[in-house]
Each structure stands twice: as structure tokens, then as C-alpha cells.
């Protein structure tokens, strides 16, 4: 037996251990969709924040292809060997279907991954970390269908950590007084559970730790290894990253400018709008334009969130609790993706618009005086509670909308 034949033994070995840990999981609500576009597009490109699941997908669809093979790209003997070699001798044995994780390590992947399509007529099913770690090296992104996997909504860690299944609402649904009165009948039960899905539900990483220094894993590979890849940046970069993050966890989200961040950071403004972009790219944070109004001063400025469930973990490893008022917001934007905000030069303005709709969001006893200036558009409050009062929602309800 030569090199290869122990290393292909070998992958098909560890590939078994990892689909065994795999079947203690549920699979994600989105796994269907994943798998329907595997089983019909010629090459399928994975992508999403580090830690979504993308890698337990991939195992849990490696059953249903006789032809499969599960390897990760992370690997001293793929490099030596190389990319295209390894495929070409999978093609050789007979495997049509390969699935290849973490395929961003690989320097060359996407010529070589091209090559051994257009050669073998393999179906070729590969992860990268994000858009960012894939971006630079687009070539085979153009031959595949390119499948981004989003965090878990709310709805979704229902299903993956506690067995609980929810319809997908629609915002129709949730401005509808009685859909909103049938689904809260039941969703009142589960309230207490927004604390911990705040907290880490936003990734499956905590079906096997709720360990916050698992996230903060997350957060380091992408500035430590990913952002690096794509940017020929050194560890001075690599530190203003890291303030950013912490200026923007521990601040509420209208009350940070490019300026402050600036200030922050020491990094000229255009460096700072570079690292808001990747870390947009990452899946770290969410960038929210301006609404089309407001003075020019105002739409200029963009609005920052993280993703779930980021703020909370920042703010535990810096020693301080995230404002509940930006866990709130990071909640809504989590959930209702294409959200701008309400621009005004004005102090008391409601926070965000969509579809023609203006939402405040606040605590149980927020009132209306922000929308006193509005005109033109329908107005909600979103707030904590299950309250069924006309133009105020609940906010746990935006949690089910996907």
C-alpha cells in the first residue's frame, strides 16, 4: 500500500468518526434547500460565517451519494500532494461526488478545483469560511451555484436546541392582530429562552459548548487568518480590527461614527470603512444603510449591528454586560435582513424602516414619541413582552420570520 492508498483509507476513516458525532444533531432547517441544490447543480460553493454548521451539513449529506467522499482541504498532505492530484485519483476510484471542506487553506483551490471539474466531470461541493476567505479567488465561485448558510434565527435554535418546531411568519403575519395573538398563545413559553439565544444561539456551537471562548474562537480566526488572506495586512491592522469590535459591542448602535471608530482605532477613516467591510464580509457584523431621507449628512452615515450572538460574547470577555437596547436592535436587523434606518438629523427618531414601515424598538414601556415627526408611513413599536396592544409588537416574533 502506497502513501495515497493510506491517506484515502485514512480520510475515509475519519470522515465515519465525524459522521457518527454528526447524527446527535438535528439538521438545520435550511439542510433541504442545501440539499436540493447539491443533488442538482453540477458544483455547489458553501459559504457563511465560520461555525454555521457548513461542515456537519456536508456530513450529514455524505450518506445519500453512493459516489460521495468527505476530505478537508486543511490538510499538510493535500498541499504536498496537491489539489488536483487527489481528486484526480478519487475520479480514479470510482468517486463521482466529492466534498471538500475548509477549501479556503488551499492556495490554488479554485484553479485546481476548476480543472478537476472541467477533466473528470466530478461533482464538486466545497466550504470556505465566508465570502471574504473566497473573494479573491473567484474563478471556480463563476462555474458554481454559490449557496450562502446565514446564523440560526430564532426560530431555527428553537428547532436545534430544544426539538420545538415554528412556522416561518411572514411580516404580514406578525402586523396581523389575530395570527399574532394564535402564535404568541403558544411562543409565550419560550420567551425566557431569548435570553440564551442572545447569549449563543445564534450558532450551532452550542449544542456541544456554551463556552464563550468557542465564539471568541470564531471571531480571532476570521481576523487572525481569514481577513489576513484576502489582505496584506500585519498584526498593527490586525489590532485596530480588534478595537473596532470593541468599540462597536460596547456601544449602542446609532451612537458610533466612522469618527469615533477613527479616534478609537488611530486608523485613518477610509482604513476604518476597509475593516467595517470585512468584518460585513466575515459575518462578524451588519452594515445598515440610511433610509432614502433625511439631510445629506445623515444618509451618508451607515448604521452598525453585530450578529448574534457576538455582543454578547465580546462584552463577557471584556468584563461588562451588553446594553439590553443594542441586544434588541441586533435582534431585529438578525431577523429582517435589507433593513435601512430612519435618517434624521433629530434626536428623537424612530430606529428603522422597512417596506414603507417605521419601527421603534424598546423596552416594555417605550412610548411613541419618535414617530411625532413621521409622516407617510405605518408605525410600530417593537417591544419586550408578549403585548397584543394595537401598533406594538413583540419582538420575540421577528425571531420566527425565517
Known sequence: MDGLDAYYLNRLNVARSLLEKTTRFRKRLVFQE?????????????????????TTMMLQMLPLFKDGFYFSADSLVIRGLGLYEFLEYLHAR???????????????????????YDDFGMKLVFTGSSRLSMEARSEMLRRAAVHHVPPLSFREYLHLYLGTEFEKLSLEDILDTGTRKTVLARLSGYARELDNFLAYGGLPL????????????????????????VRRVGAEF???????????????????SI????????????????????????GILVRIPPSGQGPKSVRKTVKLTLTVPFR????????????????REDFFVHHL?????YASAGKRAPDYVFDRIVFEIGGASKTRAQFRQVRGYKNYLVIDGMTLEEHKLPLVLFGLLW
Open 94 to 116: 470510482g468517486h463521482g461526488t466529492v466534498f471538500v471542506d475548509e477549501v479556503h487553506y488551499y492556495p490554488e483551490w479554485s484553479r485546481e478545483l476548476k480543472a478537476a
Open 206 to 229: 452550542g449544542l456541544e459548548s456554551k463556552d464563550p471562548t468557542r465564539y471568541l474562537g470564531v471571531i480571532r480566526r476570521v481576523v487572525d487568518e481569514d481577513i489576513p488572506a
Open 337 to 341: 435582513p435589507g433593513v435601512s434606518y
Open 34 to 54: 442545501l440539499l436540493d441544490k447539491v443533488k442538482n447543480e453540477p458544483s455547489v460553493g458553501i459559504v457563511g460565517l465560520r461555525g454555521v454548521g457548513k
Open 259 to 282: 469618527h469615533t471608530l477613527s479616534k478609537a482605532s488611530g486608523k485613518h477613516p477610509e482604513t476604518v470603512e476597509d475593516i467595517l467591510l470585512l468584518l460585513e464580509s466575515a
Open 312 to 327: 454578547s460574547v465580546l462584552c463577557h470577555s471584556y468584563g461588562t454586560h451588553p446594553s439590553k437596547g443594542a441586544l
Open 238 to 256: 490586525r489590532t485596530a480590527v480588534y478595537k473596532v469590535l470593541r468599540i462597536v459591542a460596547t456601544s449602542q448602535p446609532g451612537e458610533i
